[in-house]
């Protein structure tokens, strides 16, 4: 698995070989692999004020002191040290917005692609 960001800026994600996905039961099984191997993160899609429901993926910046890291403003939180708040902030996102229709990992086996969208 392996993925590309497109000039028009969506995420298009590549299967090489859709069959190595017959034993995944959920998508984040499937890329697991990818995502401990990238800079691509799940992220829930209040992080950025997203109303849906959709698989977001995500590029994180490092953290760093979380002067603005409210909810809804493009932050993850990642603790408290040194008396100061820190998070990581969300650089890039995509979601999969034909969720409601379409199995994300259903796609990918069937057409060894799916293009997620930038917002």
Known sequence: MRYEILP????RLI????EELA???TIEE???HLLANSDLCWIDPS???DLTGAPILAILADHE???EALPGR???????WDDRH????VVQRWGWMDYAVKDLLTVLRERGEAVLLAP
Request: with cysteine; aromatic share 12%; glycine share 12%.
């Open 65 to 67: 002191e979380a002067v």
């Open 74 to 80: 493009g932050y993850v939180d990642c603790g408290f």
């Open 30 to 32: 499937a890329l697991e």
């Open 86 to 89: 820190w998070a990581y902030r």
């Open 8 to 11: 028009n800026g969506n995420l």
């Open 47 to 49: 992080v950025c004020g």
């Open 23 to 25: 034993d995944a039961d």
């Open 15 to 18: 299967a090489d070989n859709p």
